[in-house]
């Protein structure tokens, strides 16, 4: 039997639908936990290994995406980046979680998303489109990203309170 939930075609429907639901979540301010896996997600610093132990025994990662963790986040189609404390220090990191990498999104105990696909993993970065999968990086143009950035008006709140 073929595994068709984890065919390009899925992948790219499912992270698109991991994109709306993340994106309707920041939309009504709601705040949501994910579950992760561990492996392909990464850390900016890197944790002490000390803490990262646990995840990486368990292979997951739950994170509490609420309060400042919640007003960090940045969901691109891609990714959602968010800086999150750690440990009695509170030690701080920027996570970048691939979307196909969220296993799970929960709001309170309602499971509201669950993902069986496998995120794609490369050594090199890559880029799906049209069903191919390739490793040529697309160009970004930073002025038209800031430009749809200040777009949203929840954004726009975001950056006058990082300022005050």
Do not use: W
Not at 6 to 25: A, H
Not at 63 to 80: D, R
Not at 104 to 118: D, H, T
Request: proline letters at 4%.
């Amino acid at each position: 039997m073929k595994d068709i939930f984890n065919t390009t075609e899925y992948k790219i429907l499912n992270e698109k639908y991991i994109f709306d639901t993340i994106d309707y979540l920041f939309k009504h301010n709601q705040f949501f936990d994910i579950i992760c896996l561990y492996d392909a997600i990464s850390f900016t610093p890197e944790l002490p290994q000390s803490l990262t132990q646990t995840f990486k025994e368990q292979g997951y990662i739950h994170l509490s995406v609420s309060k400042y963790t919640f007003e960090s986040a940045i969901l691109t189609e891609e990714k959602l980046s968010i800086e999150a404390g750690f440990g009695e220090e509170n030690i701080g990191s920027v996570i970048n979680i691939p979307l196909l990498a969220i296993k799970q999104i929960m709001v309170g105990r309602a499971i509201i998303l669950v993902n069986i696909a496998e995120p794609i993993q490369f050594d090199v970065p890559t880029f799906i489109k049209n069903d191919t999968i390739s490793t040529k990086p697309k160009k970004v143009d930073t002025k038209k990203s800031m430009e749809a950035l200040l777009k949203n008006p929840e954004n726009q709140k975001l950056i006058k309170k990082k300022k005050k």
